[in-house]
């Protein structure tokens, strides 16, 4: 699963990209960010906290938008603006 990060200058927290509407378990366990913010406009990412500033982009002025199942999924095939940090495989080996 895609891993971007946070937008904001001074933050560097993670943000996990998952088509899980509750976003995915482990990611939320290794303190990950699931309740993020992003631009369609820009690709930007934002971590809960920093969405908390307000709900326009800061660089482009477009309503920021919550995670979705297909926003995810477009991140996930590539088809995003931004890049991504890492693909992280978040499967458990005991299941
Ligand atoms: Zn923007
Ligand atoms: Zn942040």
Redesign the pocket.
């Known amino acids: 699963m895609p891993v971007m990060q946070c937008g904001e200058e001074k933050c560097e927290q993670p943000i996990s990209v998952s088509v899980a509407p509750e976003g995915n378990p482990i990611a939320r366990e290794l303190g990950m960010c699931v309740a993020y913010v992003c ?1 369609e ?2 690709g ?1 990412f934002w971590c809960d906290e920093c969405a908390a500033s307000g709900s326009a ?1 800061p ?2 002025g ?1 309503a920021r938008t919550g995670p979705s199942p297909p926003h995810a999924l477009m991140v996930m095939m590539g088809h995003w603006r931004a890049d991504v940090l890492a693909t992280v495989s978040l499967t458990r080996s005991d299941s």
């Open positions: 631009c406009q820009c930007r982009c660089e482009c477009q």
